[in-house]
């Protein structure tokens, strides 16, 4: 995988043997072979049309995004592979933390789904109701989601 540092930006289209697989957290019930694509209402926020979709390598982080999910669906991690290239999600990237240690990413490009993660622990309701909160608190502040 090749990283482009101008842009921060990592193409995954090169030529390797292997693709990295990422995960993706959400509610949406997925098929193996599905195709992610932005246009689709958006997990997160005021459930607009995705401008970006996003992924990440850590599951952790893809915990969250199950979480964190709008909708009433399963909460759910498929791997995915990016079809194109990917960036740093901006709205994790030197926020709280230097750099992107969430390893967090977003593209205009479609996700592969290749598999799905159906055993994981996930947080305490007492900590996602707190996360929501906080997240609440963001926008009542005006802060939200970049999807610039």
Known sequence: MEKNKSDNKMNVSAQSPFSQTFFHGTKADLKIGDFIEVGLNSNYGQNNKAKYIYLTATLG??????????????????????????????????????????????????????????????????????????????????????ED
Do not use: C
């Not at 079809?83 to 990413?105: A, H, Q, R, V, W």
């Open 61 to 146: 982080a893809a915990i969250w995004g199950a979480e964190l999910a709008l909708g009433e669906g399963r909460e759910r991690i498929y791997l995915v592979e990016p079809t194109g290239s990917i960036e740093d999600d901006p709205n994790l990237t030197d926020k709280k933390f230097p750099g992107n240690p969430t390893m967090s990413y977003r593209s205009k490009y479609p996700f592969k789904v290749v598999g799905e993660i159906t055993i994981w622990q996930g947080h305490s309701l007492e900590q996602v109701k707190a996360m929501k909160d906080g997240l609440a608190k963001l926008k009542e502040q005006g802060i939200e989601a970049i």
